[in-house]
């Protein structure tokens, strides 16, 4: 009994062995003819890959920070005396215009001092002009041997001390009107009224805020940038204007383009950051004091820089390279430099532009293996490489 059990197992074991052996070979005959390589035996069949051409453009170094909306200027409006409000002439949240008249107050008094100090200049120019007139007549008295020389040199004295009176007086009338100049507030830029925190009838002084005049257009945007590009920040900023761009993070918002304005003359050594600002033109109101944006800003550009997708990039040991297809359909290995990433793209040297860079499919090469392009047309279609390779291009 033990005897048949062990010539059934031998049985079974054979059985087995040949028919893996003629699965085997049935494989490796239809994979030698699929190739249609030398001899048509053996050979692995070619990797099914995906290409695409690379594109030859401008790249820009970019680099993003968050930043703050700062306005240029914001003027807090303050009284210069004390006084009450007689007619408050603007609303809150109005534009306004350099010089417009914001606040009027109570002027009675100063006006009262202003016609004062004119009537005492009146007096002493009508002064001026009796002793003028007293000194020019003892002139012609002296001449004729009439009146002592020191009875002219008297009135000239006289004549000079009222002159100083008058313009003393007329300094006096400048003063007053000055005082009474500061009962009339005006807007001392265009800008926007921020709230307004009194009414007609309070009393006023000069602790007090009447409300906040900010300018919005131009208008600033502060941020920092690391250390790392203060040197390619400068230089190009000595180059020529350098673009920034702002977005607020709204939907479907476009970014708002200005130019950098201000770099800062020191590093922060706590944060290894330097401070800079941008200018833009804001009539359109889109930036407010305060808000936060994404800010981007163009640090260099790479002209004519060959661009091809990051996933066609590989990074082991060997170094950085991308696979290309030759014209007897065989991967080559190119080594590559990434100058730039962007997005899902990439700027790189050690391509010329021309090649057909795989994108997919690339696990399984090896240099020098066969591939084949994904969705090719049967052996005899006319343009089925070039098909392909614009379909991935637009893709």
């Not at 994404?294 to 990039?313: G, H, L, M, S």
Request: charged letters at 15%; hydrophobic letters at 40%; aromatic letters at 4%.
């Amino acid at each position: 009994m033990k005897k048949n059990t062990l010539a059934i197992i031998a049985i079974v074991v054979a059985a087995g062995a040949a028919g893996t052996w003629y699965m085997n070979r049935d494989a490796q005959a239809e994979a030698g003819g699929g190739q249609g390589g030398p001899g048509g035996k053996g050979g692995m069949p070619p990797t099914t890959v995906n290409v695409v051409a690379p594109q030859r453009q401008d790249v820009g170094v970019d680099v993003a920070a968050n930043g703050t909306v700062t306005p240029q200027r914001t003027v807090d409006l303050r009284p210069q005396t004390t006084s009450t409000i007689r007619q408050v002439h603007i609303k809150e949240g109005q534009f306004v215009k350099s010089g417009q008249l914001m606040f009027s107050l109570d002027d009675r008094s100063n006006q009262a001092s202003v016609a004062q100090a004119q009537a005492e200049a009146q007096r002493g120019r009508a002064t001026l002009a009796d002793l003028e007139r007293q000194y020019k007549r003892s002139q012609e008295l002296v001449a004729q041997k009439f009146l002592a020389q020191s009875a002219v040199d008297t009135l000239r004295s006289q004549v000079e001390a009222a002159r100083a009176a008058v313009a003393a007086s007329s300094a006096a009338v400048r003063a007053s009107q000055v005082s009474a100049s500061y009962t009339s507030i005006r807007a001392p830029m265009a800008g926007r009224v921020g709230a307004i925190n009194v009414y007609p009838g309070s009393l006023v002084e000069p602790s007090v805020s009447l409300t906040s005049v900010t300018q919005l257009d131009p208008i600033d945007v502060a941020f920092t940038l690391p250390e790392s590009s203060l040197g390619s920040l400068l230089a190009a900023q000595r180059a020529g204007k350098v673009a920034v761009e702002a977005s607020t993070g709204v939907a479907d918002a476009q970014p708002i383009t200005g130019e950098l304005s201000f770099v800062d003359n020191t590093v922060d050594a706590t944060s290894g950051t330097i401070r800079v600002k941008a200018q833009f033109n804001n009539s359109d109101g889109l930036l407010w004091p305060g808000q936060y944006v994404n800010t981007r800003v163009t640090v260099r550009t790479i002209k004519d820089a060959v661009v091809i997708p990051q996933n066609a990039i590989i990074i082991n040991a060997q170094g950085t390279f991308v696979y290309v297809v030759e014209q007897d359909g065989t991967a080559r290995m190119v080594p590559v430099t990434r100058q730039h990433a962007f997005g899902l793209n990439a700027a790189v040297t050690g391509l010329a532009g021309n090649e057909q860079v795989i994108t997919e499919g690339k696990q399984n090469l090896r240099p020098g293996g066969k591939v084949r392009l994904a969705a090719a047309k049967p052996q005899g279609a006319q343009g089925a490489p070039a098909a392909t390779a614009g379909k991935d291009k637009a893709a």
